[in-house]
């Protein structure tokens, strides 16, 4: 059977159409949850393109789509968000995070788990030691700092977002005061495909956040873990009380 060539008529349309679904992809990855309108927005595109990809990533499993959050919502049908499925996920991964894994692999068996911890922790020293910088500029302020994190995060391909969550106030009861904090996000892991056969790395993440922030963070969900995003729970002092003040 002779070689079929495709002309470059048809050629190139295909590869410009895939190119951009890969960009949505990417942006998925890096964004999600996020609608077909904010897609479009962020790449440029009409949502009718956009949706066009989207359908073409879930019919290949990459993505999963959910009912976005209420907030800020008007009426009609629910608008749908979207983040990557765990083929998603491996479709973003490079030949160099199976080779990172198989390192790994390799010093575990060697040398022990106890020698990829401290791996671990000198991979995220590095980072902890340029972030330290950038948050002493931000001041002493829990959510300043968060803030500054979330930049350096971002930079550095994490996609990192924070929003407020509990009862900052302490108004709202008793408890609510030891709920009130930031949570802070980050939806895509470079060391993602590692993470997921050693914790470690997201240990000595956990604790470089503690020290960077001054205070004992949580860590609620992992990407590596099977979660659509990182989240990481940093509490914050409840600001004093108005009535109390005014007395």
């Known amino acids: 059977m002779g070689v079929v060539n495709i002309p470059a008529s048809t050629a190139v349309p295909q590869v410009l159409e895939s190119r951009t679904r890969d960009r949505v992809l990417q942006a998925i990855g890096e964004h999600g949850p996020v609608t077909a309108t904010a897609l479009a927005e962020d790449l440029g595109l009409t949502v009718p393109a956009v949706r066009r990809h989207l359908d073409n990533l879930a019919e290949s499993h990459l993505i999963e789509d959910r009912e976005a959050s209420p907030a800020g919502r008007g009426r009609g049908r629910p608008a749908r968000a979207y983040v990557l499925s765990e083929g998603g996920h491996q479709a973003l991964e490079s030949d160099y995070d199976h080779l990172a894994t198989e390192a790994l692999r390799f010093l575990s068996a060697e040398a022990g788990d106890e020698a990829v911890r401290r791996f671990a922790e000198s991979r995220v020293g590095q980072l902890e030691q340029r972030y330290a910088v950038e948050l002493a500029a931000a001041g002493t302020g829990t959510a300043q700092r968060v803030q500054a994190l979330v930049t350096a995060l971002t930079r550095d391909g994490f996609a990192a977002s924070a929003r407020p969550v509990g009862d ?40 470089a956040f503690s020290r960077l922030l001054g205070v004992h963070v949580q ?3 992992t990407l590596a873990q099977g979660d659509h995003v ?18």
């Open 168 to 207: 900052p106030t302490g108004t709202a009861g008793s408890g609510a005061t030891g709920l009130s904090g930031i949570q802070l996000c980050q939806g895509h892991c470079p060391v993602q495909h590692a993470a997921r056969e050693f914790p470690q790395f997201c240990d000595a993440e956990t604790d």
């Open 230 to 247: 990182c989240t990481t729970f940093v509490p914050t002092k409840p600001e004093p009380s108005t009535e109390r003040s005014s007395r």
């Open 219 to 221: 860590r609620l969900a």
